[in-house]
């Protein structure tokens, strides 16, 4: 197995790979019809090929804010399922630690929903968790928000990062409800 850049001739397999591995996750509704792009050249987009076929995915952006140090964030890492759990996700990840030591980036933070298998996978990894909010979907804005809206518009299906402890407070029909836990990790050189 290869681990290479990625590049535009393996779009369609970056997509499929990714619809595939999130389909029986809680990130099964997050599609995308095209490769993300990054603002950053230090962002880095690899991918796993066994012999002619693309079996995994990893996008790291780079992140440079002015009151911190630079830091990766896994945007999109993905195995497909008949290859998964044989060691492909580590190999994109040692990678991807390799070229953030590289580029003298030290952290890297990623996110996730309460998949058991992606958790444990980021914990197995030397990751720690830093931070968990709700990831809130409801058919219903908060009472008194709809007040202010024009009477055409209605609300029929509204996404919502929510950072109390009682969804159930809010007072809304709250169609599905999910922890997104922030995961880091400091590599040591
Ligand atoms: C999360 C994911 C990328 C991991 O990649 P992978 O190639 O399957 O993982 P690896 O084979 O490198 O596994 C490394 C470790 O993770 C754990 N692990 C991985 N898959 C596992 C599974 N199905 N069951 C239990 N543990 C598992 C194991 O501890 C393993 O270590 P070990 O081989 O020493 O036992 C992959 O499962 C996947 O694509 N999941 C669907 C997409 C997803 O959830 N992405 C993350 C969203 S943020």
Redesign the pocket.
């Given at each position: 197995m290869r681990i290479v850049d990625y590049s535009k001739g393996y779009e369609k397999d970056w997509l499929l790979c990714r619809l595939i591995?999130?389909l029986?996750?809680q990130?099964f509704d997050d599609v995308c019809t095209e490769k993300p792009s990054f603002q950053t050249e230090q962002s880095i987009e690899i991918v796993a090929v066994e012999g002619e076929k693309l079996v995994?995915i990893l996008d790291a952006e780079y992140h440079a804010p002015e009151s911190s140090q630079p830091y990766y964030e896994?945007s999109?890492?993905?195995?497909?399922?008949e290859?998964?759990?044989?060691?492909?996700?580590?190999?994109?990840?040692t990678r991807l630690k390799q070229r953030a030591l590289n580029n003298r980036v030290k952290r890297i933070e990623?996110?996730?929903?309460e998949?058991?298998?992606?958790n444990?996978?980021?914990l197995?990894?030397g990751f720690v968790k830093f931070e968990e909010y709700w990831h809130l979907y409801t058919s219903e804005l908060p009472a008194g928000c709809a007040k202010s809206l024009p009477e055409s518009l209605d609300a029929v299906f509204t996404f919502w990062h929510y950072s109390g402890n009682d969804p159930e407070s809010l007072g809304v029909d709250i169609q599905d409800k999910f922890r997104c836990r922030g995961y880091e990790i400091v590599l040591r050189e």
């Amino acid at each position: 197995m290869r681990i290479v850049d990625y590049s535009k001739g393996y779009e369609k397999d970056w997509l499929l790979c990714r619809l595939i591995a999130f389909l029986d996750t809680q990130y099964f509704d997050d599609v995308c019809t095209e490769k993300p792009s990054f603002q950053t050249e230090q962002s880095i987009e690899i991918v796993a090929v066994e012999g002619e076929k693309l079996v995994g995915i990893l996008d790291a952006e780079y992140h440079a804010p002015e009151s911190s140090q630079p830091y990766y964030e896994i945007s999109t890492i993905a195995v497909l399922p008949e290859r998964q759990n044989s060691g492909v996700g580590n190999l994109l990840f040692t990678r991807l630690k390799q070229r953030a030591l590289n580029n003298r980036v030290k952290r890297i933070e990623a996110w996730t929903r309460e998949d058991h298998i992606a958790n444990q996978w980021y914990l197995k990894m030397g990751f720690v968790k830093f931070e968990e909010y709700w990831h809130l979907y409801t058919s219903e804005l908060p009472a008194g928000c709809a007040k202010s809206l024009p009477e055409s518009l209605d609300a029929v299906f509204t996404f919502w990062h929510y950072s109390g402890n009682d969804p159930e407070s809010l007072g809304v029909d709250i169609q599905d409800k999910f922890r997104c836990r922030g995961y880091e990790i400091v590599l040591r050189e």
